[in-house]
Every structure is written in structure tokens, then in C-alpha cells.
């Protein structure tokens, strides 16, 4: 039973931060989520959003600015002043605060832009860190997972979904992608779908769940693991 830490340690630090982060290494976290995007001049930074203004004091899309340009951003006063001017960081800078036991979720965040050549820069890091064994490479986008897959077919893929789609598993057989799990949202997670799954293969990561009574019931049903943004989340 793995318990992802949503976007790090993201109730006690600005979410996707390295303040965030090691909260989450310190306190022994089986697994971290991240999201990715790439900057304009083509650096993996880690953000959820692809638009600056939620979780910073800069206005306008990722893509759109130089990494020197989101450097510039604070993504640490909206949530409180003890992280004022933390910074936006990248993918590099938060493999490196990781350690070999923790499974690294990485959500590439390929809708509604393209990011064309993430899947190379993100597998290429994470083969510098020695980190194959330790990362699943998840997306909503399924033809970035499929490009993922060509670059190296041996990396874990989780397919994300936001929707029921009809005859999931023929349409996951009919995509030749070779998927480990599936990430869910937790009110799809019922009891029949995780056994099917099971048979067909795949682990069952539902996201994302801070209240123990819907983590209890979760794990009755024989989920793998959830995304969480309460790392201690007891259960």
C-alpha cells in the first residue's frame, strides 16, 4: 500500500516546491507526485498549473516565459509568509533532494499545450539520478505516454484518467501501451473495477484523499496505493 505525497508535503508547504518536497523525504514518504511542463527555452520545471497566477505572483502560461523568467516568480507568499519568494522549481532540482527508496510519480502535463520533447528531457533526468527502478511516468495525455514508452519501454507508465471510458481495458489493449497502473479519481474506485483491473494486470492508484474514513473504505476495496496531500494521513 503505497501513499503518494500529492504534489510533496502540500499542507504544511506551498504545493510542488522543494520546501514541499523535503517535508515530505524527511517524514518517510513512500512515494512523491509531481507535475511537469517545460519552459519556453525547453527546462522541465515542476508546476501543476500551466498558467502562473494561482500558485505564484507572476501572471501568464509556463510555456510562454524563459526559465530565468519564472525563476523571477514567488510560488511561496500565496500560501504563507514563511515561504515567501520560494522559488518555482525544476525537475532536476527535486531528483536531487530524493532518495532510492521513494517511488517518484511524475505527471507530465501535456493538456491543453503540447509539450513537444518533455518525455525525452524528463526520462534523460531521470536515468542521471539513476532512478528508473523508482519512477512512474503518468499523463492524461496517452500519446505522451506512448512516446515515453518508444524512448524506453522499460520506465513504469500510469495512465490517468478523468473520465469512465467505455471498454477501458480494450481500449488499453488496442493502444499497445504496456501500463503498470492506473490513477483514478477516488469515486471511481469501487470494488468491481479494482478487481477487474487486478485481473487485467494493473494497480489501482485513486487520487486524491485526505479524509481517513474515504482512505479505510478505499483500501477495503483493494486499492495499491492513493495520492494524498496529508502525509499523515493514518489508515
Known amino acids: 500500500m503505497i501513499l503518494f505525497a500529492h504534489r510533496g508535503a502540500s499542507l504544511i508547504a506551498p504545493e510542488n ?3 514541499a518536497f523535503e517535508h515530505a523525504v524527511k517524514n518517510k514518504v513512500q512515494g512523491i507526485e509531481l507535475d511537469v511542463h517545460l519552459s519556453k527555452d525547453g527546462t522541465v520545471v515542476v508546476c501543476h498549473d500551466d498558467e502562473l497566477s494561482r500558485t ?24 504563507s509568509e514563511e515561504y515567501k519568494n520560494t522559488k518555482i522549481p525544476t525537475l532536476e532540482e527535486v531528483l536531487e533532494i530524493c532518495q532510492k527508496g521513494i517511488l517518484i510519480n511524475i505527471e507530465i502535463k501535456n493538456i491543453p499545450f503540447f509539450h513537444t520533447g518533455i518525455e525525452q528531457k524528463v526520462i534523460d533526468l531521470v536515468k542521471k539520478f539513476g532512478f528508473e527502478e523508482n519512477v512512474i511516468i503518468s499523463s492524461f495525455d496517452h500519446l505522451s505516454l506512448k512516446t515515453a514508452q518508444e524512448i524506453d519501454p522499460h520506465i513504469s507508465k500510469g495512465l490517468l484518467l478523468s473520465n469512465r471510458l467505455v471498454n477501458l481495458f480494450d481500449y488499453i489493449e488496442r493502444s499497445s501501451l504496456k501500463i503498470e497502473s492506473l490513477h483514478i479519481p477516488y469515486t471511481f474506485a469501487e470494488e468491481d473495477f479494482i478487481q477487474q483491473a487486478h485481473r487485467n494486470g494493473y494497480k489501482v492508484f485513486p487520487f486524491t484523499v485526505d479524509d481517513k474514513e474515504t482512505a479505510e473504505k ?14 499523515f494521513l493514518d489508515f
Open 17 to 19: 516546491t522543494l520546501p
Open 218 to 231: 478505499l483500501k477495503k476495496s483493494g486499492i495499491d496505493g492513493l495520492f494524498t496531500n496529508d502525509i
Open 56 to 79: 505564484s505572483n507572476m501572471t501568464g502560461f509556463l510555456k510562454d516565459k524563459t526559465f530565468s523568467e519564472i525563476r523571477n516568480a514567488d510560488a511561496g507568499s500565496w500560501f
